[in-house]
C-alpha cells in the first residue's frame, strides 16, 4: 500500500497513526504490531458489518514501505461525537447528544453477536492473568468473577466511547475502532464505557450511567459489579499514563478478605 501526497493525519498513538487519505481511512501500526492482529481487526470489522451494525467498511489489509502492516476502511464523512460533545458542554444539546450515544451502543448491543467473534469471558479471564503485579488474591477474585459470566449473545465493542462514534451530515451514526469487540453481556460492554468516561470525561460518567441503566433496563448494580474486572483487564494494555487511575477502579470495588 502506498499513501498519496494529499494525505492527512487525523491522530497517532502509542503503536499506530491514523490518516485519511482520499476515500479511506488508512491506519498504519508501528513495525511491532503482529500482522495477526492487524487480520483480526478487518475480521471482526466483516463480521460485525454483515451482522447489521453500521460500520466504516473494511477495504484492504497490506504492507506500507516500511514492512508496517495497515488497514484501510471507507471514509465516512462527518464529526466524533466526542466533537460535538465538546461544543456542546454544558447545554441542552449535551444531553441530547448523550442519549443518541447510548441508544446506538444499546443498538448495537441489541444485534445479535456473529458466533465467531471472540468469548468476553475467556477474553477478560486471560488479560487479568497477563497482569501479574497485581495482588494474587486480588488476581484470582476478579479471574474467578470474569470465569462465572454467563454466555452472552450480544455484540459487545469494549472500548465504545464517543471518540469512536462518527456522525454524518444526516444525524447517521458509525461506530469505528474494533479491536476490541467481543460475544458477551451488554452490562460488561457498559461497565467499559463507563470507565473510560472516568477516566477522559469524568463530569458526565455518572449522567452516562444513569441513562445506560434506564434505557437498557439493567440495574447499576450489575454495572458496577464488573467495573473493577474490565479495569483489571484494561491494565494489560499498558496504558501507563492511566494506570494509578485504573488500579484506583480495582482497589475502590474490590473487597477481597
Known amino acids: 500500500m502506498e499513501l498519496s501526497e494529499n494525505k492527512q493525519l487525523i491522530v497517532e498513538r502509542h503503536n499506530k497513526a491514523v490518516y485519511v487519505d482520499g ?113 494474587p488474591s486480588v488476581r484470582y477474585d476478579l479471574q474467578m468473577r470474569a470465569d462465572r459470566m454467563a454466555p452472552g449473545r450480544s455484540i459487545c465493542h469494549c472500548d ?35 470507565i473510560l468516561f472516568k477516566m477522559y470525561h469524568e463530569l458526565h460518567a455518572d449522567a452516562y450511567l444513569d441513562l445506560f441503566s434506564k434505557k437498557a433496563d439493567i440495574a447499576k448494580q450489575k454495572i458496577h459489579y464488573w467495573v473493577p474486572v474490565m479495569a483489571a483487564a484494561e491494565l494489560s494494555r499498558n496504558r501507563k499514563d492511566k494506570e494509578e487511575f485504573l488500579r484506583g477502579q480495582v482497589d475502590a470495588a474490590t473487597d477481597i478478605d
Open 160 to 194: 465504545f466511547n464517543p471518540s469512536n462514534v462518527i456522525v454524518t451530515e444526516d444525524g447517521m451514526l458509525y461506530a469505528c475502532d474494533w479491536t476490541h469487540v467481543t460475544r458477551g453481556l451488554p452490562e460488561a460492554d457498559a461497565a467499559m464505557t463507563y
Open 23 to 135: 476515500d479511506r481511512i488508512v491506519k498504519v501500526f508501528k513495525a511491532e504490531k503482529p500482522a495477526s492482529d492487524v487480520f483480526n481487526e478487518a475480521l471482526n470489522i466483516a463480521r460485525v458489518t454483515e451482522a447489521g451494525v453500521r460500520v466504516p467498511k473494511v477495504l484492504e489489509v497490506s504492507q506500507v514501505a516500511d514492512g508496517s502492516w495497515a488497514l484501510s476502511t471507507e471514509y465516512v464523512p462527518g464529526v466524533t461525537m466526542r466533537s460535538l460533545m465538546d461544543a456542546a458542554e454544558g447545554t441542552e444539546e449535551y444531553g441530547s447528544l448523550l442519549e443518541q450515544f447510548v441508544d446506538f451502543q444499546i443498538e448495537i448491543q441489541n444485534t445479535e453477536a456473529p458466533e465467531l467473534l471472540k468469548d468476553q469471558k475467556s477474553k477478560v479471564t486471560n488479560m487479568i492473568g497477563k497482569v501479574k503485579d497485581l495482588d
